[in-house]
């Protein structure tokens, strides 16, 4: 199906917000996995595992869904929105230096599932507003805000307990970090972007230039079997 050039960016937009979430979901996956593995408190590791485990279906929920609006898109723009493990580490969802877990404090990584989790819901909720047509994929992203919420409320509760004298300024400290962290991520991401319309056209044109310098090679010179070497065309490159 042709979409007009209206539909086509919004569809282009959703595939794009989509892509990010994906890797969000399976950045978290992998941090809360991290997390299970790192702890030796038992009611901590089975959470994190819980944790991980819904973030893991998470990830192929988005997956699900991107593929099947894929499908009905051209391939030059389809092409753009693959899945690769390695983008969280490039989109920043996961560090190079080494997972939440091994560089922050308990209190510090307990108050950054908290507010990540009500941040996780709000972006969902935008979502539902885009999809909103499609009642399958709306019932599903629903399901996750459920979680998000509940994972939400497993970190309030245990902040609440181990750290009551730190709320709520501190909780609205790591939520105000985490929000500009996010923003600071996506324009990071349209700065890529917009450098990449820039320099398309430079890196097509220096491999057009690549491509006519080597046309201009003798290539016939390169056969050095029974020939001697000093009858080799001044012309050659070797």
Same mark, same amino acid.
């Given at each position: ?73 051209? &391939?030059?723009?389809?092409? *753009? ?8 580490? +490039?989109?920043?969802? &996961? ?14 990584? &307990?108050?950054? &599932?908290?507010? *990540?989790?009500?941040?996780? +819901? +709000? ?47 501190? !909780? ?18 349209? *700065? ?33 079997? *029974? ?9 050659? !490159?070797?």
């Amino acid at each position: 199906m042709k979409l007009g050039c209206f539909d086509l960016m919004k569809e282009k937009n959703i595939l794009r917000i989509l892509h990010e979430t994906l890797h969000a979901e399976h950045g978290s996956a992998l941090e809360m996995l991290a997390a299970c593995k790192a702890t030796s408190r038992d009611n901590l590791v089975y959470g994190y595992f819980e944790h991980a485990k819904d973030e893991y279906i998470h990830t192929k929920t988005f997956k699900k869904i991107l593929a099947t609006r894929i499908e009905n898109t051209h &391939v030059e723009i389809a092409r *753009n929105y693959r899945f690769t493990p390695i983008g969280i580490i +490039k989109k920043g969802y &996961v560090d190079n230096n080494g997972f939440l877990i091994e560089t922050l404090k308990l209190k510090d990584f &307990v108050a950054y &599932v908290y507010t *990540n989790e009500l941040l996780a +819901k +709000k972006s969902f909720e935008r979502i539902l507003k885009l999809i909103k047509d499609n009642k399958r994929d709306f019932d599903s992203i629903l399901d996750i805000m459920k979680d998000e919420l509940r994972h939400h409320g497993m970190a309030r509760e245990y902040f609440l307990k181990y750290y009551p004298n730190l709320q709520p300024y501190h !909780l609205f400290l790591y939520k105000l970090r985490e929000t500009i962290k996010n923003k600071t991520r996506r324009i990071y991401y349209k *700065n890529i972007e917009f450098l990449e319309i820039i320099f398309k056209p430079l890196y097509s044109l220096l491999a057009l230039l690549g491509g006519y310098l080597l046309l201009k090679f003798n290539h016939y010179h390169f056969y050095r079997e *029974n020939i001697n070497l000093m009858d080799i065309s001044s012309k050659s !490159l070797l």
